[in-house]
């Protein structure tokens, strides 16, 4: 009977996923530094992100989906922000700043090779 490994990282996947699995992982230990856990919608997210991680790591479909998820959820104060301020506010240069990993992690995840990696893969 094989055993099953669990694992962190996965350095057999494409670059895309790698790098989205530790910004997954990154978001989830600032969202306990800063305090995110103590809200239950802030708490889910952080959960969320570990597990999506986890999970990507050990190519489980449902892990890819959740990372999307978790990872639209949070552009979307951005989107709020600027709808109730205008489009001038991505001038902002705090907002593009922190704007730069949500960003990217979205863009990762549904990155062509990301997709293509886990449709074929993923379980």
Known sequence: MGMETRRWTNPGQPQTLQIAVFL???NAVFGVL????????????VIGQAAAGFG???EKRWAYWLG??????ALVPY?????????GAIFDI???????F?????????HPMSRDYQR????
């Not at 989107?79 to 489009?87: D, H, R």
């Not at 705090?94 to 730069?100: K, Q, T, W």
């Not at 949500?102 to 549904?110: C, E, I, M, Q």
């Open 56 to 58: 990507i790591a050990n």
């Open 68 to 73: 999307v998820g978790v990872a639209g959820l």
């Open 120 to 123: 074929i893969w993923f379980k």
């Open 79 to 87: 989107i709020l922000f600027l709808g109730s301020n205008g489009v």
């Open 24 to 26: 997954l992982y990154i």
């Open 94 to 100: 705090g907002l593009v700043i922190n704007l730069l």
């Open 102 to 110: 949500p960003v990217a992690l979205f863009a990762l995840l549904l």
């Open 34 to 45: 800063f305090g995110q856990v103590f809200s239950l919608l802030g708490l889910v997210i």
